[in-house]
């Protein structure tokens, strides 16, 4: 039987591809001999991104339990060369989708945003 330490290790591009997608995890632990990785992300692109990472370290899901939930309105904080479209295109998988972003967190002018603003994940 892995240990703790040894699945996460071994699922560790799904947690980072959780990060990539903007998951919120809230609990990762062993449950028996299983990983157990529970979240929250903003979109359905992050849900299927994440399943898709799950599926190419172990398709028969034999060591792992994922539960993965969509979530709008989850916020993120704007970082340097961050763009509206940069952001929808990494969290909702479509950089047009900057529109509902803007309008989801009262942004008049999407080609104006500030490091270190809060914005919400529609």
Not at 10 to 17: A, G, M, T, W
Not at 36 to 57: C, F, Y
Not at 94 to 102: C, E, G, M, T, V
Request: glycine share 8%; aromatic share 4%.
């Amino acid at each position: 039987m892995a240990s703790f330490d040894e699945l996460k290790a071994k699922y560790n591009s799904v947690l980072d591809k959780g990060d990539d997608v903007g998951m919120t995890v809230q609990n990762l632990n062993a449950e028996g001999d299983k990983l157990l990785i529970r979240g929250v992300v903003p979109s359905e692109h992050g849900k299927n991104a994440i399943w898709d990472a799950v599926k190419a370290v172990d398709a028969s899901l034999s060591d792992v339990i994922v539960d993965v939930n969509v979530q709008s309105g989850l916020k993120y904080t704007v970082k340097s060369g961050d763009t509206l479209s940069k952001i929808a295109k990494r969290f909702l998988g479509d950089a047009n989708a900057y529109h509902s972003i803007a309008k989801a967190s009262g942004i008049d002018n999407p080609d104006r945003i500030d490091v270190g603003q809060e914005i919400t994940l529609p």
